[in-house]
Every structure is written in structure tokens, then in C-alpha cells.
T-cell receptor
Framework: EDQVTQSPEALRLQEGESSSLNCSYT??????LFWYRQDPGKGPEFLFT???AGEEKEKERLKATLTKKESFLHITAPKPEDSATYLC???????????FGQGTTLQVKP | DSGVTQTPKHLITATGQRVTLRCSPR?????VYWYQQSLDQGLQFLIQ???????AKGNILERFSAQQFPDLHSELNLSSLELGDSALYFC??????????????FGQGTRLTVV
């Protein structure tokens, strides 16, 4: 069964304190791993797509990486406005479903 | 703005009633997905349509049904509503130019409250 597990569930950082969020996945034929940001009561906002192991994508303070079993979202020198829930999703080639993990809620304190 | 439009934004209804949620995908996107997000819960996949045909099904209740119309907009019908159906319902779309593996873009959701 396709599955996505994110850790930690919650993360508190001081402004400027870099860290990483983990996304472990089990999928029958990966057809894309996706990172999203979600603010409370809002729709998820697309951040990155990764398709193959070794691929990296970067945007401002965020960098996403992919291996055969997991993906990391690295946050460098975060700011309070980076506070949000970060969601990871995978698409299975067998089913076509886009399956999400439970998310990591990040709080960055000034 | 993702380009995906959901209506209505808010809906309050009584138990036992039936409601219809509407989604207009981004221009050119062929796939539409529906998700349910209960309080403090993750996004639960309900169903996916591709160019009018059902493509994948998640843990969608029998009381729920959906369809995608020829103009590619989609509707999610929820019937015999229960208190536990109160949640945010999101629609997403993807598949510009027919590619099935591109990222999905989400609407702002419909907040359903069943009283």
C-alpha cells in the first residue's frame, strides 16, 4: 500500500536556526514527489516537484532533496513568515493517486 | 492565486441534508482531485477524475459522489450528512497539456459545517 510518513509532527525553531523536515515514502512506482506549504484554513500551496533520486530543488530559504526512500526539506535561516504546515505527497504510477503525509507544523519564533 | 476556484467558500447545513461543492480547475488542466481535511487531520484523498472519467478512488463514502463535466469542472455531492462530515473540502487540478505526472494546484477549499 502506498504510504507517506512525515517527521517530526511539529518543529519549533528560533529565527535563523536551520533544520530539516523528513518525508519517508513507500510507493509502487514513484511518479513524482511533491512538497506543499499550508497556512491555517487555506489550500496547500505548491513548492517543489522531484522525480528522481539525487534531484534537488531550491527556492529562497527552502531546499528539497530526494533519495529512493525519502525526501528532505531543508530550511536555512528561517524567518517567522516560514511558519506553516509543510506537506509531502507522492504519486503512484500504479494507481495515479496523489497521497499526502500528515504534515510537519513548523513554528519559527523571532 | 492558484487558478483553481471552489464554491461556495462556506456552507452550513443540517444533518441529513445534501450539498454540492463545485470546482473549476486551472485552464487546460485535465485532472481534478477531491480531498477532505478534518480538524487537525491530514489531507484524505477522496477521488480523482481525468478528462471526464474516474481515474482513482480513495476512501470515499458511499454517501459521497462526484463527477467531472465536459467543460472539465467538477462537483462533489455529499448526502445524508452527518456531524462527522464537517471538514474542509479541497479540490486540486493538474495535467496541463495532458501530462499526468505534474504537480497539482489547490483551491482555497469549501468549509462545510454540519449542525
Amino acid at each position: 500500500e502506498d504510504q507517506v510518513t512525515q517527521s517530526p509532527e511539529a518543529l519549533r525553531l528560533q529565527e535563523g536556526e536551520s533544520s530539516s523536515l523528513n518525508c519517508s515514502y513507500t510507493v509502487s512506482g514513484l511518479r513524482g514527489l511533491f512538497w506543499y506549504r499550508q497556512d491555517p484554513g487555506k489550500g496547500p500551496e505548491f513548492l517543489f516537484t522531484l522525480y528522481s533520486a539525487g534531484e534537488e530543488k531550491e527556492k529562497e530559504r527552502l531546499k528539497a532533496t530526494l533519495t529512493k526512500k525519502e525526501s528532505f526539506l531543508h530550511i536555512t535561516a528561517p524567518k517567522p513568515e516560514d511558519s506553516a504546515t509543510y506537506l509531502c505527497a507522492v504519486r503512484s504510477s500504479n494507481t495515479g493517486k496523489l497521497i499526502f503525509g500528515q504534515g510537519t507544523t513548523l513554528q519559527v519564533k523571532p | 492565486d492558484s487558478g483553481v476556484t471552489q464554491t461556495p467558500k462556506h456552507l452550513i447545513t443540517a444533518t441529513g441534508q445534501r450539498v454540492t461543492l463545485r470546482c473549476s480547475p486551472r485552464s487546460g488542466d485535465l485532472s481534478v482531485y477531491w480531498y477532505q481535511q478534518s480538524l487537525d487531520q491530514g489531507l484524505q484523498f477522496l477521488i480523482q477524475y481525468y478528462n471526464g472519467e474516474e481515474r482513482a478512488k480513495g476512501n470515499i463514502l458511499e454517501r459521497f459522489s462526484a463527477q467531472q463535466f465536459p467543460d472539465l469542472h467538477s462537483e462533489l455531492n455529499l448526502s445524508s450528512l452527518e456531524l462527522g462530515d464537517s471538514a474542509l473540502y479541497f479540490c486540486a487540478s493538474s495535467g496541463l497539456s495532458g501530462s499526468p505526472n505534474t504537480e497539482a494546484f489547490f483551491g482555497q477549499g469549501t468549509r462545510l459545517t454540519v449542525v
